[in-house]
């Protein structure tokens, strides 16, 4: 079985001390290994002190989203074989998403990153009332089909951290996706207030188009694509 001889560069940060510093570690791994492993194998026989966030490691939660060697993805997503062979190297510099503060380590503060998603409210504000036969609203498939794919974003805030729109008030990828999708749900009738947001000065004209969101995306979201239907006033919902 192949071994690779592996070099982690990890950007570490104590909050007690308020000292950033990276820590180089060395180790051998299968070519299955994925990174969330790499990280509980130096956890176990190196250094229980590093500390990084995983849930389900299954690509549904988006709780490892870090950056190895710049690219924002899901450590549970990284076999050590595909990266030797994506990144042309055997040396990672694995580092937290840049899209919150930093808690400790790989760790973010993932409330303060939520902020933005919250602020589209990310949910049926006014439901449409019940059909005049008693039964509830649905979606017509061709409705659906336009944005099923947009409902398949887990927060993972990898294209929030791709993204060069810059940071600051800036909704960014994911919470424009949020927005967008309650707008193209036909079951929704509140649209103006999400459309206000979309179209403000923190909105989709932030939005250079490059795409690297829908580059970085594990979902495989075109989110560059339904920001491009915002741009065009092309969200209607049937
Ligand atoms: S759009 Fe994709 S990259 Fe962005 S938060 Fe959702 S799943 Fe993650
Ligand atoms: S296409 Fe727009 S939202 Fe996506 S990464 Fe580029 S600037 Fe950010």
Same mark, same amino acid.
């Given at each position: 079985?192949?071994?690779?001889? !592996?070099?982690?560069?990890?950007?570490r940060?104590d909050?007690? %001390?308020?000292?950033?510093w990276?820590?180089t570690?060395?180790?051998?791994a299968? *070519?299955?290994?994925?990174f969330?492993? &790499?990280?509980r *194998?130096?956890n176990? =026989? %190196?250094?229980?002190?590093l500390?990084w966030?995983?849930s389900? #490691?299954?690509?549904?939660?988006?709780t490892?989203?870090?950056?190895?060697?710049?690219?924002?993805?899901?450590?549970?997503?990284? !076999?050590? #074989?595909?990266?030797v062979a994506? @990144?042309g190297?055997?040396?990672?510099?694995?580092?937290? /998403?840049d899209?919150a503060?930093?808690?400790?380590?790989?760790v973010i503060?993932t409330?303060?990153a939520? =902020? *933005?998603?919250n602020r589209v409210?990310?949910?049926?504000?006014?439901p449409?009332?019940?059909r005049s036969d008693g039964?509830? %609203?649905?979606? +017509?498939?061709?409705a659906?089909e336009?944005?099923?794919s947009a409902t398949r974003?887990?927060?993972?805030?990898?294209c929030?951290s791709a993204?060069?729109?810059g940071?600051?008030t @800036?909704?960014?990828?994911?919470a424009? /996706?949020?927005?967008?999708v309650r707008v193209?749900d036909s079951? #929704?009738?509140?649209?103006q =207030?999400?459309? *206000?947001?979309?179209? +403000?000065d923190?909105?989709?004209?932030?939005c250079h +188009?490059?795409?690297a969101?829908?580059?970085?995306?594990p979902?495989?979201i075109d989110?560059?694509? @339904?920001i491009?239907?915002?741009k065009a006033?092309? &969200?209607? +919902?049937?």
């Amino acid at each position: 079985m192949t071994t690779y001889d !592996l070099t982690l560069n990890v950007r570490r940060y104590d909050p007690d %001390q308020g000292r950033s510093w990276v820590q180089t570690y060395s180790l051998k791994a299968g *070519r299955i290994m994925r990174f969330v492993d &790499l990280l509980r *194998r130096i956890n176990d =026989e %190196q250094d229980p002190t590093l500390a990084w966030g995983s849930s389900c #490691e299954h690509g549904q939660c988006g709780t490892c989203s870090m950056k190895i060697n710049g690219k924002p993805l899901l450590a549970c997503e990284l !076999l050590v #074989e595909n990266a030797v062979a994506y @990144f042309g190297t055997t040396v990672f510099n694995v580092e937290p /998403l840049d899209v919150a503060p930093v808690i400790r380590d790989l760790v973010i503060d993932t409330e303060k990153a939520y =902020e *933005r998603i919250n602020r589209v409210k990310p949910y049926v504000i006014s439901p449409k009332p019940p059909r005049s036969d008693g039964r509830e %609203q649905v979606i +017509s498939p061709k409705a659906l089909e336009r944005y099923v794919s947009a409902t398949r974003c887990i927060n993972c805030f990898c294209c929030a951290s791709a993204c060069i729109g810059g940071h600051g008030t @800036f909704l960014g990828p994911n919470a424009m /996706l949020a927005a967008i999708v309650r707008v193209m749900d036909s079951r #929704e009738q509140e649209k103006q =207030e999400r459309l *206000r947001c979309l179209y +403000s000065d923190e909105g989709i004209y932030r939005c250079h +188009s490059s795409r690297a969101c829908s580059f970085v995306c594990p979902k495989e979201i075109d989110v560059a694509h @339904f920001i491009a239907l915002a741009k065009a006033g092309a &969200l209607g +919902s049937e």
